[in-house]
């Protein structure tokens, strides 16, 4: 999507070859005005999928699943991070390694929230190997609540989860996805 | 506000006299419209103040906040937790001390996004001791910013949080206070 590229490409921050700074409009300062124009293109790309719920991970794919959830005007539910793995029964989850942190930690999910039958969008400002993804589709088999699809802002398309996810059937939509980056600039996928 | 009073009364659930957990619309599953609503009256309640952006902290103000600076055509930012106290000179912090989970975190704001001049509406799900309000009111301070007031849903009004800092100046609009809970029932101010 040439708005998210143009974005990125004005206001984005490439560190050190590998972290890409975004967050003066996704996820520390947060511009909503431009989420919602994202919001409206996933929409777009998932119309007709009869979403009933919009399903993130805190914090910063919040902002971005408020947006969506306005847009298809369906409940937004976020996982939540436990660093301790004392879970519950009355809670989905799943145990995710990040490797921003370097550390695992579990993602939970009220069993309230996430019902057989429901359709869930998955939403994240990033996708880059994959793995936040993979916690939250666990977690909806656990619920045999079905993957209609993963909605990101930004891929990160030379680490391999966008492309692994879809391998596996989940339509993932990416609005920019960056091929290749450096202190020279941005390469998108065409 | 009548709206979220009735929405607690037949939403939320007391737990053991103390908690509220509001989770089903406010801070874990969101109905975003319903928050949609509450920023219209918020937008009244502070209308004339020429707002520049609203602050509030991860996780559970996000969408809130998110709702607030829709309505008010403004950024949003919000302050990240750290449980180390490793800040650097890039960000203005604040340490909080959480009843919830008995410990001090920091609060961080990257120094670009809270700028001398800025007129904060400060956002939260819950107001109950305030301590989180009065972190991100020192993060203003520090910016040289001026904190216009704070926006909150729920506010533990037998606790002293708000009262606090409406003595202390602070414009505090909380949209429902309870002055008293318990396996009875709620009961709001008037």
């Known amino acids: 999507m040439k708005l998210l590229e143009d974005r990125i490409l004005s206001d984005g921050e490439v560190i050190g070859g ?15 005005a431009f989420l919602d124009q994202l919001a409206q ?3 777009n790309r998932f ?7 919009v399903l993130t991970i805190e ?14 005007e369906v409940p937004l539910v976020f996982a939540k991070k436990h660093q301790s793995s004392n879970v519950n029964e009355e809670v989905y989850s799943s145990k995710i390694y990040s490797f921003t942190h370097d550390q695992y930690y579990n993602v939970v999910v009220s069993k309230k929230y996430i019902l057989p039958g429901d359709k869930i969008l998955l939403a994240d400002d990033f996708l880059a190997n994959g793995n936040a993804l993979k916690g939250l ?7 045999g609540a079905e993957v209609v699809g993963a909605a990101c802002a930004i891929e990160k398309g030379f680490q391999n989860g966008g492309d692994q996810l879809r391998k596996a059937g989940i339509k993932v939509e990416s609005l920019a996805i960056i091929e290749k980056m450096d202190s020279n600039g941005i390469e998108f996928r065409k």
Chains 1, 2 share one sequence.
């Open 47 to 53: 119309s007709g999928s009869k979403i009933t719920k």
């Open 137 to 143: 589709i666990e977690i909806c088999k656990g619920a």
């Open 18 to 32: 590998k972290i890409l700074k975004v967050s003066n409009f996704l996820n520390h300062q947060i511009d909503v």
């Open 59 to 72: 914090s910063s794919g919040i902002a971005i699943g408020a947006s969506l959830a306005r847009a298809l």
């Open 41 to 43: 293109e996933w929409k």
